[in-house]
């Protein structure tokens, strides 16, 4: 059954920091991988998402992410932090075939401090 | 993201009672999911609907809880004789059909916050 880890369950930065949140996945198939932002009192968003192609992912607001296949991989950077990107951050996989089943890690929490 | 709707934002019911939360997809996707969010757990897969279909179950309790998606209207999930363990944040998202499957990302309605007594 697939599972996707969040090693860290909570992050606090300073801004202007450098940020990086791990992911780990685990399916032996084909994935498709997003990382979703949940700001305080608000739905889940979409920052990037990989498919194929280019393992270097940039999406929305600066962030970046990596596929890494051979650790089954896929963690999220930032540059630079701005107070604004304090939120919960989610890693998602779901498969390129079977039921679709999206799964989310657990999450992990930011706080960017001013 | 205007586009899935969840309602009712807040519901609370004592222990013993019914809670019945309801998600319209986007326009045109046809494949619902629902997640159940409690602090530090992250969001947990519920189930997964198309039109008239339940597609996959897995992460739903097998009692009191059910889910449903009408050819007409919302999906609705239903969880009978709530407990105080069912409180919680539930969301639903959509996503497009795409050939045989969904493609691209998940859109997520802005959750229903279950409390119960």
């Known amino acids: 059954a697939q599972s996707v880890s969040q090693h860290n369950h909570h992050v606090i930065l300073s801004e202007a920091a450098s940020l990086e949140l791990g992911c780990n996945y685990s399916?032996?198939?084909?994935?498709?991988l997003f990382w979703y932002v949940q700001y305080p009192g608000q739905h889940l968003q979409l920052l990037l998402k990989?498919?194929?192609?280019?393992?270097l992912v940039k999406g929305i607001k600066g962030f970046e992410a990596e596929f890494i296949k051979s650790k089954f991989s896929f963690n999220l950077r930032k540059p630079s932090v701005q107070w604004s990107d304090t939120a919960e951050y989610f890693c998602?996989?779901?498969?390129?075939?079977?039921?679709?089943?999206?799964?989310f890690g657990t999450g992990t929490r930011l706080k960017v401090l001013a | 993201n205007a586009g899935v709707m969840q309602n009712p934002r807040h519901l609370v019911r004592r222990r013993g009672q019914e809670a019945r939360l309801r998600c319209s997809p986007m326009?045109?996707?046809?494949?619902v999911y629902w997640y159940r969010q409690l602090p530090e757990e992250g969001l947990k897969f519920m189930v997964y609907?198309?039109?008239?279909?339940?597609?996959?179950e897995s992460g739903m309790p097998k009692e009191r809880f059910s889910a449903e998606f009408p050819k007409e209207g919302p999906s609705i999930l239903r969880i009978q004789q709530v407990v105080r363990g069912d409180s919680a944040a539930y969301f639903c998202?959509?996503?497009?059909?795409f050939g045989q499957g969904p493609t691209g990302e998940l859109f997520f309605g802005e959750g229903s916050r279950l409390t119960v007594l």
């Open positions: 990989y498919f194929s192609g280019d393992p």
């Open positions: 326009k045109g996707h046809s494949h």
């Open positions: 998202a959509s996503s497009l059909n």
């Open positions: 399916y032996g198939g084909t994935v498709n």
């Open positions: 609907l198309q039109k008239e279909n339940i597609i996959d």
């Open positions: 998602a996989v779901t498969t390129t075939s079977g039921t679709y089943k999206y799964i």
